[in-house]
């Protein structure tokens, strides 16, 4: 059955508003329950209502690792977090199988929509417009305004573009994945269309000033100066100069975003000790202390414990380093599975070794500095689509759930 596509467009904003977005995180639990429940009624009702074997063991596996930490670790890995876990896993399989094929053109559609949505609450910000106005619309929690569409004057990010998402660093994100996808996934848009997309995702990546973005982002202009068909060589060599004028022109604006955070990263100062850079890179440190100690894992609450005992004592959510915290919170065994796990699900959906490896250190850079992004709705999505889509690369073809080969 082909579902409509405002089902597709519902299902596809859903899975990125669990994903981080600042209503949803302000509301705790219950946006899971009920995006799950519109999740399990549109897979009912527009899919044939197979799920995949392989998919079936899979999850057996993930789930009987995660059930192994929690009895290892006399339930600091609660119950109540493996069944969210679950239903993260699940609920992006549903949305999966019930978008099905387009899947890939929904979702930058989507992002493209928000990041259009966001750039103009952006220079609302910024420019403090509608101020009285802006106090009339709903509020977020303590952290802003509105939610669903952008979140207004954010408590900690107003002169930052953080969409609807809980800050800028998360919100990139999703947009140099919509920016991959264009470049190196097969859609029906038009070239035109494809660049107009690609002006509006890039302005708005910019807005967001988050150093992982930029790093991201240059890493997939680099792919896409050496892989992509989008362009001609002329074209290239014109975003070459383009891009060399905008740095030359901001040069300023990414040396402190870029160069001096990276510095205070690599070279953290204990009388900075507080700042972005230097906790995320004491952070990492403080993983990798806890995890010498605890190789198979200590579980969420004894992690935290543990983490604020070593590191920063205001740090009662943990690490923000999404990599470093996940082998200290559930150790070897568990982390290698999941990481291998991300690999090769991007591996059977790129096909290509290059390709995939590129999209793996992007993944990871992303990771690195969100930790809330581990096993997120967004993240398992990736693992949950090799078991909806074929071997076949996605930039050629994709197949459906019962193998029936499909133009993407």
């Avoid at 207004?152 to 919100?171: L, V």
């Avoid at 992690?303 to 205001?314: M, N, Q």
């Avoid at 500095?369 to 949950?384: F, H, K, R, T, V």
């Amino acid at each position: 059955m082909r579902n409509p596509t405002f089902i597709n467009v519902i299902l596809v904003y859903l899975l990125l508003f669990v994903s981080g977005a600042q209503r949803y995180n302000q509301a705790g639990n219950k946006y899971l329950f009920l995006v799950f429940l519109i999740a399990l009624v549109t897979w009912y009702l527009f899919t044939d209502r197979k799920i995949s074997d392989r998919y079936l063991l899979y999850m057996t596996v993930f789930m009987g690792l995660l059930f192994s930490l929690s009895l290892y670790t006399g339930g600091s890995l609660s119950l109540q977090s493996i069944i969210a876990t679950a239903m993260k896993f699940v609920l992006a399989y549903f949305i999966l199988k019930t978008v099905g094929t387009r899947f890939v053109e929904t979702y930058i559609n989507v992002v493209v929509f928000l990041a259009a949505v966001s750039l103009i609450g952006y220079i609302i910000d910024v420019m403090h417009l509608f101020d009285g106005l802006i106090a009339k619309l709903p509020t977020v929690g303590e952290m802003g305004y509105e939610g669903v569409l952008y979140t207004f004057r954010h408590k900690y990010h107003p002169d930052r573009n953080n969409s609807i998402f809980f800050e800028p660093g998360a919100y990139q994100g999703f947009l140099n994945a919509a920016l991959f996808l264009i470049v190196f996934a097969r859609t029906g848009f038009a070239n035109k269309k494809k660049w107009i997309y690609l002006t509006i995702l890039t302005t708005a990546l910019i807005t967001t000033t988050s150093t992982t973005g930029f790093v991201i982002f240059s890493i997939l202009y680099g792919l896409f100066l050496y892989k992509s068909k989008l362009a001609s060589f002329s074209q290239k060599v014109v975003s070459i100069g383009l891009a060399i004028l905008l740095t030359g022109l901001f040069a300023a604006k990414f040396h402190s975003v870029i160069v001096v955070k990276l510095d205070s990263y690599l070279n953290p100062s204990v009388a900075r000790q507080g700042w972005s850079a230097e906790n995320r890179s004491f952070d990492a440190k403080t993983d990798l202390k806890i995890f010498k100690k605890h190789v198979f894992g200590l579980g969420y609450e004894e992690y935290r414990k543990e983490f604020s005992a070593i590191g920063r004592v205001d740090a009662t959510e943990g690490s923000s380093n999404g990599v470093t915290s996940m082998f200290a919170n559930y150790g070897l065994p568990y982390a290698l599975f999941i990481f291998a796990s991300y690999y090769w699900a991007l591996r059977r959906l790129l096909g290509e070794i290059f390709l995939t490896t590129a999209a793996y250190i992007m993944f990871i850079l992303f990771l690195w500095g969100e930790s809330y992004y581990q096993l997120a709705p967004i993240s398992l999505s990736i693992i949950a689509a090799a078991f909806v889509y074929s071997r076949i690369p996605v930039k050629d073809k994709l197949q459906d759930g019962e193998g029936n080969v499909q133009q993407a």
